[in-house]
């Protein structure tokens, strides 16, 4: 089956201070996101990525940067950590025409205090 | 306005009960809808998936589309206290590589 390993899967920071999570994908898969999931707002698209070396903004991406250095690794920067960004974050990787599923990682809980 | 949008929040049913979800869309470009459901502590993992209008029955889920009004449901039949998860509409365009998600239906089955 498709694999989606994210990195750490638990995270305290301190308010200021520079976060990162990985991602990893074995599936070989072009696309790849990253999505916050917090009570009452569901899954949100925060950037992704058709490919290594491109990124894209998804709906909420403000604090937040990506960077995708190959095909099978996409991370998520937050420069400056504020507690707004307490949350769990999930990577995901498709080949979604549509049509095709999205396999998601088992997420990053991540604690800016 | 958000492009997917779920009912009910929540749902509880008795073992053995049916399960139903309803999911609508904004979008008349939305060509591709699935089901993912998320167990609690794990990240969604894709349920099936309702292309053409009409039922799709896979085991004890059956998915409806009706692309005129843009709506799908998924029913569960005889559920188990196992199904007890989020479950996440999604939809997508056609050639388009962004994943438009619900707000989740949280259901809880009960033994």
């Known amino acids: 089956e498709a694999a989606v390993t994210q990195s750490p899967r638990n995270k305290v920071a301190v308010t200021g201070g520079k976060v990162t999570l990985s991602c990893n994908q074995t599936n070989n898969h072009n696309n790849m996101y990253w999505y916050r999931q917090d009570t009452g707002h569901g899954l949100r698209l925060i950037h992704y990525s058709y490919g290594a070396g491109s990124t894209e903004k998804g709906d909420i991406p403000d604090g937040y940067k990506a960077s995708r250095p190959s095909q099978e690794n996409f991370s998520l920067i937050l420069e400056l950590a504020t507690p707004s960004q307490t949350s769990v974050y999930f990577c995901a990787s498709g080949d979604w025409q549509g049509a095709t599923e999205v396999f998601f990682g088992k997420g990053t809980r991540l604690t800016v205090v | 306005q958000q492009k997917v949008q779920q009912s009910p929040e929540s749902l509880s049913v008795p073992e053995g009960g049916m399960a139903s979800f309803n999911c609508t869309s904004s979008?008349?470009?939305?060509?591709y809808f699935w089901w993912y459901r998320q167990h609690s502590g794990e990240g969604p993992k894709a349920l099936m998936?309702?292309?053409?209008?009409g039922d799709k029955k896979e085991g004890r889920f059956t998915a409806h589309l009706n692309k005129a009004s843009l709506h799908v449901s998924l029913h569960i039949r005889d559920s188990q206290p196992s199904d007890s998860a989020l479950y996440f509409c999604a939809a997508s365009e056609h050639n388009n590589n962004r994943i438009f998600f619900g707000d989740g239906t949280q259901l809880v089955v009960k033994p």
């Open positions: 979008d008349r470009n939305f060509q």
């Open positions: 998936s309702i292309f053409s209008d």
